[in-house]
Every structure is written in C-alpha cells, then in structure tokens.
C-alpha cells in the first residue's frame, strides 16, 4: 500500500492543525501525548511495525459490516439484526435510522431542574462527621412515607435489634440503608435518636454510649407523659469509616451491646460494600420496590388516593420508574411529582427528572475524591460506557489499561501500578449501578456464551462518555491514547467499540473528536485504523452527529487516497439514506481513479492502493444494492449504465459482487439477489426487470464475463441442494437470454460445469438448460 504524498497532511475539516503531522501548540497538554503518538505507535510494538502492517489482512467491506451489526452497543443498533437487507432483500433493514433518541441523551437535559434533598432520606456525604439528633418530625414522616417494606422482613430486623441491641445493615449507596435504619429505630419506639460520626473509631465505638454525670438522664426524665414506660434511646452510625487497619471487629459490637443494654438504648450501623469487618454478623439490605416507595411517598404529598394513582400512571412516572433508579432519586421525584400537582413544575420537568437524575449520579462519581471512588474505579466505570453489554472480563482488562494511562497524566514521573488481585466483582458493578449476565457473544467461530457486565439503565454509558469527554478535559490525552490502542487490538469486538466510543465524543464534540481521534486513524496507512474510522463516521450519523455526510462529501473529492478510501467504505454504510448522492461520489471517484496516473481504466497501471479502492467501490455498490434502499439504487445503476467506461465497470463490477453473498452468509445458503429477483417477480415490481438487464450487462462484458458465470456456477451449485433456488433460478434464466450470444453462453456453462470438486455435472444443471429459450 503505498503512503501518499506529503502535501495530503493538509485535510478538508481539520480546523486544528494539532492533527497533521508538523504538531501544533492548539492543542496545548494533549498535542504530544495525543496527536504525536499516531506515528510513533505505528513504529513500535509488533502492532504498530512495518512489519505488522504487512502481514495485517484487509477485511472485505461485508465481513467488515458483519462485524458492525454484530459488535455495536446496544444504544447503537446498526442493521437492526443479523440478518441483511432491507425491504428489496431480506427483510431485515441494513441501514441507519432510530439516532435521534440516542443524540438527545448525549446532548444531555434541556430543562435546568434542581435535586431537593429530603432531610432523613439522603445518604449521609462521605465527608460528614457531624453528630446530632435527628428531628422527630423527621422520623415520622419516615413512618408515614417508607411503610413499604415487607412486614416479615422489617419483624425479622426488629427482633434482632431488640435481642442484641446492635444490628449491622450492609449495602450499596443510595440503597436507602441510612432510612431503613432510622425506620427500625422509629419502629422500636426509641426517642431521642442521636446520629453518631462516621469516623468514630471501631475501637472506642462503646465509649460513645457512656452518658456523662452532669447530663445523664434517668429513666422517669424519659419517661412518657402520664408516668409510661420510658423510651429506649437511639443511635445510628451511617456508613462507618473503616480500614484494613481500623476494622469493624466482634468484640467492638459485644462491648458496645454492654453499655447500650445498661442505658436501654439501640445502635444500627449502615457500611457499604466494601467495608472491613472481622467476624461481624451482618444483615444485607434488599431496598423495597421503587414503585411502593414512590406510592407512599404521594400518599403523603396529595390530598387523595385518587389523585397519587392518577400520578402513578402517567407515562413519565412509568418511564422513571423503569429505569432502575435510587430510592433517594425516587424520594425527590415524589417531591417534585407533588409540586406539578400545585402547578408548580410544568409537564416537560416531569419529563426530564428521570435523565437529570443520571445526569447528577455520573457527574458524583467523577466528582468524588479518591478516598470515595478511587481511579481505578473511574476507569472502570469509562470502560463499562464503552463496552456496556459486553463481556465482563474484556471490560475489566481493558479498564485496567486506561487506568494506567490515567495514572501517568496524573503523575509522569511514577510508573503505574495495576493490582492483580483484590477486585470483587459484585462490588464494583454495585458502585457503577450494573449489573452481571450471562449471554451469547457473537465470534468468527460462532456464539460463545460469556458473563456479560451492563448498566441498569441504557443510557449511563452516552452520558457518562459526554461527562467525561466535556467536563473533564484533563483526562482527554489518557482516553485518547487508550482509544489508539483499542484501534490496534485484534478482537473485531474492542476496535468496534473505540468506534462506537468515538462517535460518541463526536455526538458531543466533533471538531475535537474529528482532530484529535478520527482523523489519525483515518490518514494512517494501516487498514485497521482506517476502518475504524469509517465505523466511527458510521455510528457518529447514526446517533444523529451533524455534517457526517458533507465530510464524506468533502474526502471522496480531496487528494488524500486514504480519505477517499475511508468516504467509500462509509458511502457503503450510510448511503442508503441518501443513494442518490452516495451513488453521485462512488461514480466520482470512479471516475476519478480511471484518470488517475493515466492509466484509464488499465490494472496493469495501477498501484496496490488503486487496485484496492477499485475493489472498494465495487464492494460499496454491493452494499448499496442489497440494502433497504435497493430498489432505488437498482434504478440508479441502470439508468447510469452507460454514462462512461468507468461507471460501467463500477455498475457491472458491484452488480457481479452483490451476487455472490448468501443468506447468513453460509456457504450454500439462498443467493441475497436471487431471492430479491424471486419476490420481484412474483410482485411484478422494477426489479423483475432491473436484475436480469445488469446480468445480461455483466455477462457481455469481456472483463466481467469470466466472474459473472463464476456466480451462476455457484448459484447453480446452491440450487442442487435447494428446490427454492432452483425454482428461483428456472425463473430467472429465461430473462437472461435475448441473443443467440447469450444463449450460446449459458447453455454452454450448464452443459459443460463440473460438480463440486470435480464431480459429475449436477443433476440439477440439466433440468435448468431445458429452461433456457432456443435462439
């Protein structure tokens, strides 16, 4: 393949020049590590050397689709299914639609809503310490808002407060562990309840429960009016600090549950996941169903049950509620649901609660310090947005490598450390809010089941990346290095996913994305990046990315080869929304490599790179005729037929290749066009004409001649096997013949071909050449 020449560093939509090859002071921290790196990557490591890069096989543009369909994220479902073809094929449609949701997630809340925090019902910060009581008024709107959870579970955690006056409740953040412990102790009657610091130490956690001389209470001054029984003090400890050197310990509780037994008094400890404790009993909160918490939440913000149940069925509150959300996040969509009761709040807030919800969790975790989610968190969870539905394992890997990139823009001077041990899964997907499955994943080698990771919600992975990319600028040269080394893996799977990745940060910032990442790839001279580039474009249009086209438009007409190239391999992708102009740039740049050199048309004349894009152009027109645009592109192929020798062979030429793919592409499955003709045929529409007009074209052309009866050759092989295609096949071969010529042709193929390895002639060839018209 050979590099084009130095004047090509000058691209159509590079606005910074950071992305040509003589560097730039534009882009400021990320110039050296981010842009210079392209030519160095591509000299070092077995991926990246000359050597490599030879021996790399170019992937055909249907294979390269497959890999598509097949790879992209969940958010970004290209092709619609396995199966390939629009409404002129297979059914199943192969082009790009469905962006505009996707995109209006990237591009984030339109509405400014503020979160309001329901004293008892936020978690308590990581970094609150204070000590207090909690106001009574509080803990009954507890009792009247989250009477929500089963009652045998709630008598099962009483009974054991009240047996060993320490109860430790164990979960995730935001799971409403703080509020459940603060129900039990409203439940248990106990008045006052103190909150306790969260850095108490665990090795004096029962000095705080000695009451001092001159402020020591007795019973009767606790004692409820009308000389009742006194009520129990209570004591909560939310999210206790602990360390591998400081744990939470048996004999810490045992001393504890003394002195709380002496005063008459409980204590409920909450701890999150990963909390260190030694020969602790614990308790594992399950929060209750976010749609009772939310009902009872309205029963005490409206003025009837008719007017809660009539909230509840509003489609917005359907929809906030399945999405998964915190209990928190429910608490203040109640408070909010009950202001648009008043009139306060419009319909449209409603609406956009739930994404400003996600919005505000994404921005917490990369907001947080390192002492509450640590870096390599962070990069786990940017490598869960990248690879969300994918397999847990490869997402783990690989987060682990951006988190060393992370760790040198951070700190160059240190090296950078992975621990090879020590992760807990469950753990780290509670923190990112996903969840753990198993599934199928596509391969080369077929399904493979595997433990797939995802978020709960599907849109966490889109604003997650438009966090990152947008609101923390300074991580941009360690993701960029990460994406580079994405592109150079050899799992169709990793490169698929910097792809989708990509257009993200194009969805959000194209001239940044397209500078910094696309560009690189799409002007290296290795096929791989370059291909990614073109997935990249691909998905960037479908999630709705503004002037992907007009880019294209702009490449398939500029002096760099590469660009070309990669404007082709996209035309193929996303032409059939707009075939008439995609097929107007494929006829160009026919034209144009017939000029080029001077070598008109001869492939004797051609460089490796010409002979390359010759075949490109062929495979995008295939492409294009077995999408749901087929119909269309057909007529456009005819009609354009004859325009110049260089269209012509680019029409016959992608004519003869669309042929050759198969449903499923399996090795004698039904020929895609032969099914296409069958169904036209018996609808009496234009394709019934249209195809046999191209094989009759494709079958008189001296250089298409010897390919084209290839195809029968194989189609008549498929039809010995298959009655479909057979009857498919008697119909159309009669329309292939209006000459003697072209009787001659085919009587003489259907005579004459072997079977299979060199068998006899099959069955199936003679009844066919009954069917043939005498000329």
């Known amino acids: 393949m050979s590099a084009p020449d130095a004047s090509e560093a000058a691209r159509p939509g590079s606005e910074d020049t950071s992305a040509s090859d003589e560097g730039s002071d534009g882009a400021a921290k990320d110039s050296k590590d981010s842009r210079s790196s392209k ?402 994943e596509h391969t080369e080698w077929g399904p493979v089941t595997q433990q797939k990771a995802r978020f709960t919600d599907d849109r966490a992975s889109l604003v997650l990346l438009r966090e990152v990319w947008t609101g923390h600028p300074s991580a941009r040269p360690a993701l960029i290095d990460w994406l580079r080394r994405l592109a150079d893996d050899g799992r169709p799977l990793v490169r698929t996913r910097a792809a989708s990745t990509v257009a993200v940060l194009a969805r959000t910032d194209l001239p940044s994305a397209m500078a910094l990442v696309i560009e690189p790839w799409a002007t290296s001279n290795r096929f791989r990046h370059r291909l990614v580039a073109v997935n990249a474009l691909t998905l960037a249009h479908l999630i709705d990315t503004p002037n992907i086209p007009r880019i294209l438009d702009e490449w398939s007409k500029g002096e760099d080869r590469r660009l070309r190239w990669v404007a082709v391999r996209a035309y193929a992708l996303i032409g059939a929304e707009r075939p008439e102009q995609a097929l107007a740039a494929l006829r160009t740049a026919a034209r144009g490599l017939y000029g080029s050199n001077g070598h008109n048309g001869n492939a004797a004349a051609q460089d490796a790179f010409d002979r390359e894009m010759a075949g490109e152009l062929r495979e995008a027109v295939a492409l294009l005729l077995l999408s749901e645009a087929g119909d269309h592109v057909l007529a456009e192929l005819r009609r354009h037929l004859h325009d110049d020798r260089a269209v012509h062979d680019l029409t016959v030429g992608g004519f003869v290749s669309a042929c050759r793919h198969t449903q499923d592409d399996e090795r004698y499955g039904h020929p895609l066009v032969l099914g296409w003709y069958a169904r036209s045929a018996t609808e009496g529409s234009a394709a019934a004409q249209g195809i046999p007009f191209l094989w009759r074209a494709a079958l008189g052309d001296p250089n298409e001649t010897r390919h084209a009866l290839d195809v029968l050759r194989e189609w008549v092989l498929v039809a010995d096997r298959s009655t479909a295609t057979e009857w498919a096949l008697a119909a159309l071969l009669p329309a292939l013949v209006t000459t003697p010529a072209e009787y001659q042709r085919l009587d003489h193929l259907l005579r004459t071909m072997p079977g299979e390895d060199g068998a006899q002639p099959p069955a199936v060839a003679a009844r066919l050449v009954t069917t043939l018209p005498v000329r």
């Not at 992975?418 to 997907?429: A, D, S």
């Open 39 to 440: 030519e160095s990557k591509e000299a070092e490591g077995s991926e990246g050397s000359e050597g490599a890069e030879e021996r790399e096989q170019p992937q055909t543009a249907w294979s390269a689709r497959r890999d598509l369909i097949d790879h992209s994220p969940r958010t970004m479902q290209f092709g619609g299914s396995a199966g390939f073809g629009g409404s002129a094929v297979a059914g199943n449609q192969h082009g790009v639609s469905g962006g505009q949701v996707a995109g209006d997630v990237i591009m984030g809340s339109k509405t400014e809503i503020h979160q309001w925090s329901i004293p008892g019902l936020s978690a308590p910060s990581a970094t609150a310490s204070a000590s207090g009581e909690v106001p009574r008024n509080t803990l009954d709107r507890l009792a009247a808002s989250l009477a929500v959870a089963a009652d045998a579970t709630v008598e099962a955690l009483l009974t054991r407060l009240r047996r060993d006056r320490v109860l430790v409740l164990s979960g995730a953040r935001f799971t409403g562990r703080h509020t459940a412990a603060l129900m039990l102790l409203h439940r248990l009657g106990a008045a006052p309840v103190h909150t306790l610091d969260r850095d108490t130490n665990p090795s004096t956690l029962a000095d705080r429960f000695t009451v001092p001389d001159a402020t020591a209470e007795t019973a009767a001054d606790r004692s409820a009016p009308g000389g009742a029984p006194a009520h129990p003090r209570g004591y909560v400890l939310a999210d206790l600090a602990t360390r591998r050197d400081r744990p939470l310990r048996e004999h810490h509780l045992l001393a504890a549950r003394d002195r709380l037994t002496a005063q008459d008094a409980y204590l409920v400890v909450t701890v999150g996941p990963t909390a260190v404790l030694e020969d602790v009993p614990v308790v594992h909160w399950q929060p209750p169903d976010t749609a009772d918490v939310l009902a009872a939440h309205l029963r005490t913000r409206v003025d009837t049950e008719a007017t809660a149940a009539k909230l509840l069925e509003l489609p917005d509150v359907t929809e906030f509620l399945s999405r998964s959300h915190q209990l928190r996040e429910v608490a203040n969509f109640a408070q909010l649901l009950g202001r648009y009761t008043a009139g306060e709040v419009t319909e449209s807030a409603v609406a956009q609660f739930s994404l400003i919800s996600l919005e505000n969790q994404v921005q917490e975790w990369f907001e947080e310090d390192e002492a509450s989610v640590h870096l390599r968190d962070k990069a786990f969870l940017v490598a869960l947005a990248a690879f969300d539905d994918g397999p847990y394992a490869l997402t783990a890997e690989l987060s682990d490598l951006l988190y060393r990139f992370l760790q040198q823009t951070q700190n160059p001077a240190s090296v950078p450390e992975v621990p090879v041990f020590g992760t807990h899964i469950g753990k780290r997907l509670q923190l990112a809010r996903a969840e753990r499955y198993e599934d199928d």
